[in-house]
C-alpha cells in the first residue's frame, strides 16, 4: 500500500489528513465513533488564555451545502487543556497541535510560551476567526498587524508556527507573504467565510451574533483558489481545508497545492469522512501506480 | 450509556401517522441494544450535500431482540421531508445513541410523565423501561387533536395517560399545562420528567421549583456533530460561567442545571 507520511514545518505525520480546529473538539469526541488515531495530526479548538465562554443565541444555522457557525471560541482556557485535556488527546499516538487565539499579541505571546514544552507538536495561530470581537480576524486582515503577531510569537518560541490565514480579504497573496516573512512555517487556508442568514419568520438574523463563518462545500472553490495562488508565491507547505468531504475534494486540494489537509464541517455530514478520505488517498496512489504521493502537491500548475 | 457507532440502518417500516407525521423503523441491532431512554440518534436526511446536516431525532423505541429502533417524526423541512420518502429495504445513515438521557434508578416509585406534540416522542422508551421497573406513572399527553396522539395507546400499557388537545376532540380543550396544574395539586410525584415545546419545559421547571419535586427536561437545540464537538448546540447553564452542550450534557438536564430562553 501507498506510504502517505509527510512532514510540515518539522511535525512527522503517518498521512495527510488533519482536523480542522473547532469541528473535532479534542478527539476523544469522536473516539467512539472511529479510531482517531489513523489521523495524521489532531488539531484542538481554539484556545484561549482564560476560559472562554463563547457566543450567547442560536449559535448554528444551515445554509446550501455547508452551515453558518458563530460558536465565539468557547474552550476551557489554556490551563484545563494542558492540565486535563492535552494528556488524553496524546494518547492516540499522533500529534497535537494546538489552535491558538488572543486579543493582543501579548495575548499570543503568552498562549505560545505556556505551549512551549506541554507536549503539543506545534502552534497553529488563528488569527481569522470571523466570530470574535478582539483580535481574531481584524488582526489576520493587515499584513503589517499579522506579521507582527506572528514574529512575536516566533520569537516566544520553540514549537513550529502554522499560521492559519482568512480568505476575507482582498489579497492573500500578500498577507500569506507577510507572515511567511516574519517567521510562518507553514499556512492554513482557509477559515469561514463571513456570512449571514436571515430567518423570515422571525425576520431577525438567524445567528445570535448576527454575522457567522460559512463553511462545507460551499467555500471549497474559494479555498481550492486561495492554495492555488499562495502556494505558488510561498515557499512554506501549506495545509488545506475547505469543505473537503471526500478524497477527490482532498486532492483538489493537494494538486493546487498544499501539502496536507484538514477534514472539517464534512464529519458532521458522515462522522467517518477522514478514514474514508486516507483510504481514498491511498487507492487513487495505487491506481495511479504513484510511488511518492508528494509529487502530486502543486502538480497542476507544476506542469 | 451504550456505545456509540456510526451505522447505515435498513428501513424495516415507514407508516405515516398522518399528513405529516411518521413512525420510521430502523434495522440497527448494536444502537438498538445501546440506547438508553432519552437518548438520540444524528440521522442523514439526503443523498447529496443539500441537506448537508444530520437532524437530530429521539430514539422513540428500542427493541433489543428484533434489533429494532424507532423514530416518531413530524416533517418539519427538507431534511424530514427526505426522510419520509424512505421506503422499506432502502438506507439511512444515523449516528448514536448520543448524548445523556432520563436517569431513573429504583423500584415502584411514582412519576409523572408530561409530553405535548411530537415532543412526547421520547416518552414511549422511557415509560417502558420505568414500567419495568414497576413505577407507576401518570402520563399527560398534549395534541393539537386526537388524531396527533400518536403514541396515546402504546403508553396505556405503562401508565395512566390524561390527554388534552387544542380542539377538544380528546379530553378537555387547552395545553397539557393544564393537567399539569392538577395532577400537581392531586397527587404527589417522585420525579418528572419532560419532553415538548419551550412554554411545556417552562412549567415544569416552575413547578419543580416551586414543589420541591425534582424534574427533567429533554432540549433541542441546532446540532452539528451530535457529540459534544463543535460547541454549536449550548443552552445557559445555572451557572452563569457555564455553556451546557445539549448534544452531551444533555438533551436530558435536570431542572434545576438550565436556564430556559424563549
Ligand atoms: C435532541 C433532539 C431530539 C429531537 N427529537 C425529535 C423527534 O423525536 N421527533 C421530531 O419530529 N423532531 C425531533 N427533533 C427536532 C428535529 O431535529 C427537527 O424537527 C429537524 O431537525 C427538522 O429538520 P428539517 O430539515 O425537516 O427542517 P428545517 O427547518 O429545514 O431544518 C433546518 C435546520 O434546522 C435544524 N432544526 C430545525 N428544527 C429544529 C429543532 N426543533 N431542533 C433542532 N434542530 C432543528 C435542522 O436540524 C437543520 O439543521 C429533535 C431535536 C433534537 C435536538
Ligand atoms: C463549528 C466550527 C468551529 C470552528 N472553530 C474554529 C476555531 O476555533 N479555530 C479556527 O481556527 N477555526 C475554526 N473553524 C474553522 C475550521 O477550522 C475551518 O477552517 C473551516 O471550517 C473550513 O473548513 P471546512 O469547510 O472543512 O469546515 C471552525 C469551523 C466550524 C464549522
Ligand atoms: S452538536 Fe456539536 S457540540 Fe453539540
Redesign the interface.
Known sequence: MTDLAVSIAGISMSNPVLVAS????YGA??H???DVSRLGALVT?GLTLR?C??N?G??????????L?A?GL?NPGVEVFIGDILPAMRSYGVPVIANIAGATDEEYVALAERLDGSGVAGLELNISCPNVQAGGMALGTDPCLAASVVAAVVQATSLPVIVKLTPNVTDIVGLARAVVDAGAAALSLINTLLGLAIDVETGRPALGNITGGLS??AIRPVAVRAVWQVAQAVDVPIIGMGGI?TGRDALEFILAGASAVAVG?A??????AAVKIIEDLERYCDRKGIADWRTLIGAAWKS | MGQTGEYTARVIRQEALDADAFLLTLEAPELAAAAQPGQFAMIGCGSGYDPFLRRPLSIHRAQSTAGAVSFLYRVRGQGTEWLATRRQGEFVPLLGPLGRGFRFAGNSRRALLVGAGIGAAPLLFLAEALAGLNWTLNILLGARTAHSLFCRSALERYGRVHAITDDGSAGRRGSVNALLQEALKKGTYADIFACGPQPVLQAVQRASADRGIPAQLSLEENMACGLGACMGCTCRGSDPSRMLRVCAEGPVFDAEEVILDD
Open positions: 473547532g469541528t473535532f473538539g469526541e469522536y467512539p465513533v472511529f479548538k476560559p465562554a463563547g450567547p442560536r449559535r448554528l444555522c444551515e445554509t446550501p451545502a455547508g452551515l457557525n460558536i468557547q462545507g462545500p468531504c464541517s464529519f458532521f455530514h458522515d462522522p467517518l
